[in-house]
Each structure stands twice: as structure tokens, then as C-alpha cells.
């Protein structure tokens, strides 16, 4: 009984830690106090946000190692602006355009994301890791291919696999436009992604995590990841749980990428690559797994820290790296650990003494 008090007041803590930081930005950026650079990274450390504590599901609760979360990401992306921008004549209200642009980009997401489990969560380890970064490589290549319009006749979809086709193909009327230009990407897109929107996905996002690793559900898709033999002995459904997280961890990545897409004017696939997985999985692993406030303080400090080292040119992204590193070393290592806890013991005798 006490635990589970203990792990409320946790959860609790989590969403008014979360709610006074937005206010406290909000009102930094109504008065006019935020760097230029600073206000335009509120939108991406959201969506960050949500990235990391979504694949936190994936690779700390339920304890497999996934580098395609990026893909998911690029799903949503550009399923957000295929829908915001092709709504645009019938939905004028900005704000009820990305709420399903948001909705539409997590659902084509959980899709993929059941598409992929269903084969790849009966592997195990490095070759779970292999499969879920080549799906995000295959993702980034298909939308590559797409040549999207809209006009008032509805979609036209190309699927240029050749490279043969152009936008000309589209078929498009006089008052159409083109979405999604293959390589390209989504050229010329109406940006309504906004901060508060950010900060109702990141309170979405900690509510169905929260809930999910404290429910019943959660319990079976920990112990899977303690003793999956043991879990089995038991009668726990081993495909069942598994793809629940990792379905979940997909649509949340869909929900965040479609908030990204819709906060640039222009996006290409690529952005979506190898490296923005890797970055997401660095948060994760940073903040700790399992560690779900590790994970939003992680993914905000290291998307705030390239910007904030600009000033030193050259040198930023060394610094960038020996930060990490430290940092790796810090929360990682036992003996730096041991080093800490040893200090702190010191530290409170010294003020007894002086006391």
C-alpha cells in the first residue's frame, strides 16, 4: 500500500514538475525573454521529449533494443502534413488541424509499428536491433519515392519507384498543389506546430506511459524483460505484451513527428535517418532506462547544448562529445558511483561539524 502511494506521489510529481516548467517558458517567452534560437527550439525539445520517453517504453521498460525509432518519427511526419495541409480549405481553425494531423500521425505509425512487430519482436538482442534499423533505412527510402498532391478532386498519389515519374503526373487541377515531391520532401508547408501543443503531447504521452507501466499490463511487460522463461512458466502472453509496448512506443514517435514536420516549412526524409535514432536511444540511455524523468531531462539538455556551445564555433561539438562522455562515464560507471557516495557522507559531516 505504501509503495503504491509512494509511486503516485511520483507520478504526481512528474506532471507538476512538467506543468510549472511550461509556465515558466511560456511566460519567459510572452515577455519577450528567450534568445530567438532558444524560442525555436521549444517545438523540437517537445517533440524530443516524447521520442525519448516513448522508446523509453520500448528499450527500458520492456528491455529490447530498437534503433528505428526514427522511422516511426518520418511516418508521422509526413502522414501530419499530408493531412494538416490537405485540410487546409475545409478546417481554417489551425488548432484543430494539427490535433488530427497529430491524431492521424500516431495512427499510421501504431500501423506500422504492427506491421513491423508482428515478424520482428520474435528476435532477440542484436538482431531485433538490425531488423528495427534497416526498417527505418526502408521507411526513409519509401517515402522517398512519394509524390503526394491534393486538389479538390482529393488525393493523387505516386509511387515513383523508378524514378521515372514527376509531379506533372499528378494530374493535379489549377488550384491543386503538391504535398510531398519524392527526394524532395514536403516543400512549402503552413508551420501551426506551437509550443502548448508540444506541451499537452508531452503530458498525452507521460499519461499513457505512467499508466501503462503501473497497470497490470506493464507489470507482465517488466517481467518479460526480467525472465522471459519465468514469465512464460506463468502463462503470460510473450507476443501479446510485447507488441503492446512496442505499438504504443510507435504511435507516441507518430504523434511527435507529426508535431515536428508541421513546426518547418520544408522537410526531407533523410532527416529521419540512423543518426536521429542513435540520438533519441543517447537520451534514453543518458537519462537511464526505465528513468522516465531521466529521459525528459536528457532529451532537453542535449537539444539545448549544440546551441548553446555555438558561441565556440569549431569547438562546440567536441565539447558536445566530451559532455557525453563525462556524463557516460558518471551515470554508468560504479567505481565514479561509489566516488559520489562517499562525497556525500563527507559533505554532511562537515556541516554537522560546523553546526
Not at 87 to 95: K, R, V
Not at 111 to 119: D, E, H, K, M, S
Not at 298 to 316: C, M, N, Q
Request: proline letters at 2%; a positive charge; hydrophobic letters at 55%.
Amino acid at each position: 500500500m505504501k509503495r503504491q502511494t509512494k509511486t503516485k506521489i511520483i507520478d504526481f510529481a512528474t506532471y507538476i514538475g512538467i506543468v510549472i516548467v511550461f509556465i515558466i517558458m511560456n511566460t519567459l517567452k510572452s515577455n519577450g525573454m528567450l534568445t530567438r534560437s532558444m524560442t525555436g527550439q521549444l517545438v523540437p525539445i517537445c517533440c524530443y521529449i516524447v521520442m525519448a520517453v516513448s522508446l523509453n517504453l520500448t528499450v527500458g521498460i520492456l528491455g529490447e533494443l530498437s534503433l528505428g525509432h526514427a522511422g516511426f518519427m518520418s511516418v508521422g511526419a509526413f502522414t501530419g502534413v499530408v493531412t494538416a495541409m490537405s485540410l487546409q480549405a475545409a478546417i481554417p481553425s489551425e488548432g484543430v488541424r494539427l490535433a488530427l494531423a497529430i491524431v492521424m500521425g500516431a495512427i499510421f505509425a501504431a500501423v506500422a509499428g504492427t506491421l513491423v512487430g508482428i515478424p520482428v519482436l520474435r528476435l532477440h538482442g542484436d538482431y531485433l536491433a538490425i531488423v528495427t534499423l534497416a526498417f527505418g533505412e526502408i521507411i526513409k527510402e519509401l517515402i522517398n519515392c512519394l509524390i503526394i498532391g491534393h486538389d479538390e478532386n482529393g488525393l493523387h498519389i505516386i509511387f515513383n519507384a523508378t524514378g521515372s515519374r514527376s509531379v506533372a503526373d499528378l494530374g493535379l487541377t489549377e488550384t491543386g498543389r503538391v504535398l510531398i515531391k519524392g527526394a524532395q520532401g514536403a516543400t512549402g508547408t503552413q508551420t501551426i506546430a506551437n509550443f502548448t501543443a508540444g506541451f499537452i503531447l508531452i503530458m498525452i504521452t507521460l499519461v499513457v506511459v505512467l499508466n501503462l507501466v503501473r497497470s497490470r499490463s506493464g507489470r507482465a511487460i517488466m517481467a518479460l524483460r526480467d525472465n522471459r522463461i519465468a514469465a512464460e512458466s506463468v502463462g503470460i502472453n510473450v507476443t501479446k505484451y510485447k507488441l503492446m509496448a512496442f505499438v504504443t512506443s510507435a504511435a507516441l514517435a507518430g504523434g511527435a513527428g507529426a508535431l515536428y514536420g508541421l513546426n518547418f516549412s520544408n522537410l526531407v526524409s533523410s532527416k529521419f535517418d540512423f543518426n536521429t535514432s542513435i540520438l533519441v536511444l543517447v537520451f534514453v540511455v543518458l537519462g537511464g532506462l526505465g528513468n522516465i524523468w531521466g529521459s525528459i531531462i536528457a532529451a532537453a539538455v542535449l537539444t539545448i547544448l549544440p546551441e548553446a556551445l555555438r558561441g565556440f564555433a569549431d569547438y562546440r561539438m567536441l565539447i558536445y562529445a566530451i559532455v557525453l562522455i563525462i556524463v557516460m562515464l558518471t551515470t554508468n560507471d560504479p567505481q565514479m558511483k561509489a566516488l559520489i557516495s562517499k562525497l556525500i557522507p563527507i559533505r554532511k559531516k562537515g556541516e554537522a561539524g560546523n553546526g
